[in-house]
Every structure is written in C-alpha cells, then in structure tokens.
C-alpha cells in the first residue's frame, strides 16, 4: 500500500512537501519563541500612561470612555479603604474555611471552584450571607452605569446581574487565557480590595476590541495597575485576561456582571472559545510587535 503511493510522487511534490514542512515547522518555532518572550513577566509593557487616559469622574464620562475604548476606571465611585480592607477580610476568611475543608463545588454552593492553576473563583449568586453584604451595596453604586450602557431608564426584566463572583489568585498563579465575558453586549466591573502592582497579577485589557473582534489602529494593552478601592468597569466583549501572581500574597478581587436575560455569558460555544484564545493571543501578539517596532 506504501509503495502504490509513493509510486506516484514526483521530485518536484517531494521539494514542495519538504519545503511546506519546513515552513510549518519554522513557523511554529518562531511563534513559540515570540509567546515565550512575551509572556515573560519582565517584557511586560509599562501601559500606566494609557491607564490614565481611561480615569472617568462621571458616569457620563464613564461610558463616553467605554463606548470609545471599551473600558475605564472609575475614580467617582473609588470604595473607601476601611469597606475594601473588610470585605478582603471576609473574603480571605471565606476562601480559608475552603483551604482548610476543600469540599468539592459540585458537593455544596459554598464551595470555590479551582479555575486554574492557584486560581479559584466562588459564584456569590443565590448565597444568602454573601448577597446580605455585597449584592445590595454593589447594585446600589453600579445599578446606575449599567442603566446608562443599556440606555434604560432603569434596569427592567430584559436585564439582570449575571455574575456576582470572588476572585482569588494565589502566588504563582498563570497567566490566565485571553477571552470575552461575553460574545452580546453586557457589562463588567472588577473591584479591587487590595493595592494591585503589576507583580500581584492585575488584569489586562485590548482596547477598541469589543466592537469589531480585532484590534484597530487605536487599540492598546492596558495593565489594570490599580489602587485599592479602584473599580474596573469594561464592556464584557472586550478582549482581557488576568496576568500570573509573581508576588507573595493573595489576589483577592470581587467581579460583578451584567447581562440581557436573553443572551447570558458566555454566548459562545467551546469551539468558539477556544478559537477565541488564539485570537486573543494573536491580537496581543502583533500590538506587541507594533509597540515594539514602533
């Protein structure tokens, strides 16, 4: 059977194969070498100047900003040290009891569910003590921002806090993988209970991706660098991850979401998903190289 095909190749097919190999393999060295350079925690491009662009002191400038570049920070609704130093606490103590008993997230709702690598996240929907002290305090503040990106009124049956999660990332956690909250319009906001430097791990952002899926020529990488009682609010279609935890302390963050009843997160399927990986990775990719050049 080998032979009846071989039989029929030519030295002219066999260079075109060997030369098509070749550039794949050569290809694939290359990107490798470019992922493993990028990922390195010192190549990490310093973005401070182009976080300060994105401060909002309004809810109007808020969403301008959000419209414009897909996501801001929001120095008008900075939590005050004393709220974000308690809720950290409750949240370290919660996570804690988990380290001490690890129960299983399919054997209980109180449960953290393990993410990644030393990165856990615990679902706050539908959990009494949690909803008592976080839910309510968050709605009353970001309730509003979200009426405006959905141009509600009010937020009506269409619309509904998706997600409610907190966000623990241990010392020597990974680079988490690039992705969208959502593929449909929704909302984001991340809060930050502690000071988060760029060796804690702080999220990173493309700008101007969540319109048309790839990055423009006004696009930027955007390390979350925040201060604590700092709220990161970004349309859910924007391209982000979470970078390693190279420091010695826990990540602690809480994130809340919304979304139209109608086309939860994360509105894609696994192939989507993990297409939307590469992509992501790709598009961080060349406004790397861009910086770089440039």
């Known amino acids: 059977m080998w ?9 002219t ?5 060997a030369v098509s190999l070749s550039a794949i393999g050569i290809t694939s060295i290359g990107y490798t070498a470019l992922s493993v350079y990028i990922e390195n925690p010192n190549n990490i491009p310093d973005t401070s100047i182009a976080l300060k662009n994105l ?5 109007e400038e808020a969403i301008q900003l959000v419209n414009k570049y897909g ?15 308690e809720w950290r606490e409750t949240c370290r103590k919660q996570f804690r009891r988990y380290e001490l008993n690890p129960t299983p997230s399919w054997m209980g709702d109180q449960s953290f569910k393990p993410v990644l690598k030393n990165r856990f996240h615990m679902n706050l929907m539908n959990k009494e003590e949690m909803i008592v002290q976080f839910i309510p305090t968050l709605t009353a503040e970001l309730q509003p921002l979200a009426d405006l990106y959905f141009q509600k009124e009010s937020i009506d049956s269409n ?5 409610a999660q907190i966000v623990i990332s241990k010392p020597k956690s990974k680079n988490q993988f690039w992705h969208k909250d959502n593929t449909r319009p929704g909302v984001t906001f991340h809060l930050m209970l502690q000071d988060v ?20 020529e006004q696009s930027q990488v955007i390390n979350g660098v925040l201060k604590k009682g700092d709220i990161l609010f970004y349309d859910s279609r924007l391209w982000h991850r979470t970078l390693r935890n190279n420091s010695e302390e826990d990540k602690i963050e809480l994130v809340l979401r919304y979304d139209y009843k109608k086309t939860p997160p994360p509105g894609e399927s696994v192939f989507g998903a993990i297409w939307g990986r590469m992509k992501g990775q790709a598009e961080y990719s060349y406004l790397y190289i861009k910086n770089k050049i440039n």
């Open 197 to 216: 430097p760029l060796d804690l791990g702080p999220s990173q952002l493309i700008t101007n991706t969540q319109i048309d899926n790839s990055a423009t």
């Open 13 to 17: 097919s066999d260079k075109i194969l």
């Open 55 to 59: 401060e909002a002191h309004s809810n």
């Open 71 to 85: 996501a801001c920070v929001l120095s008008h609704k900075k939590m005050s040290n004393d709220l974000a130093s």
């Open 3 to 11: 032979r009846f095909f071989t039989s029929r190749s030519t030295p």
């Open 159 to 163: 619309i509904e806090v998706s997600d």
